[in-house]
């Protein structure tokens, strides 16, 4: 018996779907918003977050998630009785919620830290001053990425 | 490996200097597959340290967040000749150092 085209169509598909093995996995893995706050609450405990003295510096729109420049500073004079302990930066949606932690003192002379951070997605990024008073201060910035970090595939 | 530093050669007591370091590392996330869908262990620095005559003046915690090859710029005030010493410690026994000097007038 002749082979249809509709018989041929229906095996050919079926070699298809047989053929096809999963190879995009593409898993959702990012931080939540909740994470961000775990985070940022591991850090600061139950004390309140202000606004203000925190300045972030990052492009608001970045090519290249891979590596974008990112510069914190603080107003404070940096004196043994008022200087910022510590900066902490944190995102929203990559894998992980934590970017870095920079500890400083009154022997910095001034409160600002420059790294180049990674960018899974669009997305905010925060900073966050632990100052010589124990109070915290905090800033965010929205960052647009169109090329993503952190988790595409290698070569 | 390879740790550039820039750090002034020489300042006037009191100044407030800014040192940029930079050292050459893969920060690999491990969150990252392989195209046949492995997972990339995690290779990061997860630390870094700065002492001024022993004493510690600027310290840092890394996460997969931060860039490869790790570029850090800060600040202290310029109080005495000596060394700046600079140590870098990361996921599986990564350790290294660096050191600079400084002419304070």
């Known amino acids: 018996m002749p082979t249809t085209r509709r018989q041929f169509l229906s095996l050919a598909s079926g070699v298809t779907v047989a053929g096809t093995i999963p190879i995009v996995t593409l898993r959702p893995i990012e931080a ?7 985070a940022i609450r591991n850090v ?3 004390a309140q977050i202000r606004s203000g003295k925190v300045k972030l510096d990052i492009p608001p729109l970045v090519e290249n998630g891979n ?4 510069t914190v500073s603080v107003a404070s004079p940096m004196t043994a009785d008022d200087h910022v302990k510590s900066i902490h930066v944190f995102n929203e949606k990559n894998p992980q919620p934590n970017i870095g932690n920079f500890y400083l003192g009154p022997s910095s002379g001034r409160a600002q830290v420059s790294t180049r951070i990674r960018l899974a997605d669009t ?4 900073a966050i001053a632990h100052l010589s008073d124990d109070t915290f201060w905090q800033v965010a910035a929205d960052v647009v990425v169109t090329l993503a970090a952190c988790t595409e595939e290698t070569n | 490996m390879a740790a ?5 050669s020489k300042a006037r007591r009191g100044d407030i200097i800014e040192i ?22 995690r290779d990061i620095i997860t630390s870094f340290a700065c002492r001024y005559n022993g004493t510690e003046i ?18 202290t005030v310029a109080k005495d000749s ?3 010493e600079f140590e870098w410690i990361g996921d599986n026994g990564y350790s290294t150092t660096a050191s600079a000097s400084i002419t304070v007038e």
Do not use: C, W
Request: hydrophobic share 45%.
């Open chain 1, 44 to 46: 600061v405990g139950e």
């Open chain 1, 32 to 38: 939540t918003p909740a994470m961000l706050n775990t």
């Open chain 2, 82 to 84: 000596g060394k700046f």
């Open chain 1, 67 to 70: 590596t974008v420049p990112m």
């Open chain 2, 20 to 41: 940029r370091t930079l050292t050459s590392h893969i920060m690999e996330t491990g969150f990252r597959h392989t195209a046949d869908g492995k997972l990339v262990p």
């Open chain 2, 58 to 75: 600027f310290r840092a915690d890394l996460f997969p967040a931060i860039a490869a090859n790790p570029y850090l710029s800060f600040f």
């Open chain 1, 123 to 126: 997305q905010k990024v925060v």
């Open chain 2, 4 to 8: 550039l530093i820039n750090v002034p």
